[in-house]
């Protein structure tokens, strides 16, 4: 079953070329993206990788449209009330997790329109909410999600393109081939400074600060690493005090509009003796002199990159875990879908 890959981790990651495509380019119900066009503000409710989805898509909806998005996690919406006037959106792969569901029961005993995201068809949330959006990621067996990430990153990319119309369908005609070649990237020497370290940080500015912590909750999860995401501004805030020539960082700088702050941070990250992986577009000079690691991203627009780091990060944190000889599509103390509050 896990058709000649080593694990089912690895496969999953392999199937997200055509998970993103058919998930951004299926059809969503039309009243409900109506629905979206104008909420005095719209809330996302999630838990965990599903909830870095649901930052994702505030990012994107703040680059292209004027609707406030607030991305809440599920287990704190106990101490918060929703507005009612506010359309609810609660994401979950599995769509079976209890703190996603408690805070969508909230939701509607608040009156607020409820949209859900999953992966599995008929799963608790979807009964819940007035209405439901697909993605298509087929089954996922590792704990680690991944490709059900990728393809709720594709269905928010493609509700924010039709609510304000950011043009990502144009952008994504060679998806499917930069995907694919973000497979290919080689990382023996990222995996070699993170395998040898007790700490590391992900760093990263607007839609990548997101990515980070992703990226360093996939490491942490399994290779039990202890790994901390970061927005990039916010090290010179206390995490200054930790780096030092074991604490690697892996640095999001990509060809958008963050990279010369971002550019700034790592040689801030570099004067306090922390050796830095740097991710970025092919061909970034200035990136490459300033890491001790250059993994170079396929050519491509800054949308696509997210999604391309992510799969490299992804791939960083598998083959670091496989190194460590960790359990990769089990780590301990870990179930796939989280049923208890
Ligand atoms: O099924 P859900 O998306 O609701 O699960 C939420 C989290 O438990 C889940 O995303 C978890 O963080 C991942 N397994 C991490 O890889």
Not at 132 to 146: H, L, N
């Amino acid at each position: 079953r896990k058709g000649g890959y080593d694990h089912f981790m690895l496969k999953e990651i392999f199937e997200q070329p055509s998970v993103f495509y058919e998930t951004f380019y299926s059809s969503l119900p039309c009243g409900e993206v109506e629905v979206l066009k104008n909420p005095s503000e719209i809330t996302v409710i999630a838990c965990g990788t599903s909830y870095h989805a649901g930052m994702v898509f505030r990012y994107l909806m703040e680059k292209c449209s004027s609707i406030p998005v607030r991305v809440d996690i599920a287990s704190e919406c106990r101490y918060f009330n929703p507005r009612q006037d506010s359309v609810v959106i609660t994401v979950s792969q599995s769509g079976e997790t209890a703190d996603t569901i408690a805070a969508l029961k909230k939701a509607k005993a608040h009156g607020c329109r409820t949209i859900a995201i999953t992966n599995v068809l008929g799963s608790s949330i979807t009964r819940i909410a007035d209405s439901t959006f697909y993605t298509r990621a087929g089954p996922e067996i590792s704990v680690a999600a991944t490709k059900s990430f990728i393809a709720q990153v594709a269905i928010f990319m493609k509700i924010a393109d039709l609510l304000c119309e950011c043009g990502f369908e144009d952008e994504f005609s060679d998806i499917y081939q930069i995907i694919e070649d973000s497979l290919l990237t080689e990382t023996d020497d990222a995996v070699s400074l993170c395998s040898n370290a007790s700490n590391l940080f992900f760093v990263g500015r607007g839609l990548f600060y997101p990515v980070s912590l992703e990226g360093a909750l996939k490491m942490k999860e399994i290779t039990y690493i202890h790994a901390e995401g970061y927005a990039a501004g916010e090290l010179k805030h206390g995490p200054f005090s930790l780096l030092c020539e074991n604490t690697p960082v892996v640095a999001l700088c990509t060809g958008d509009e963050s990279r010369l702050l971002m550019l700034s941070n790592i040689k801030e990250i570099k004067a306090r003796g922390a050796p830095v992986i740097g991710i970025g577009s092919v061909g970034d000079q200035d990136l490459e002199e300033l890491s001790d690691v250059y993994i170079p991203l396929p050519k491509s627009s800054e949308i696509s990159e997210v999604i391309t780091s992510l799969v490299v990060l992804q791939l960083l944190a598998y083959r670091t875990a496989v190194k460590l000889g960790r359990d990769v599509d089990k780590p301990r103390n870990l179930a796939k879908s989280v049923t208890v509050i």
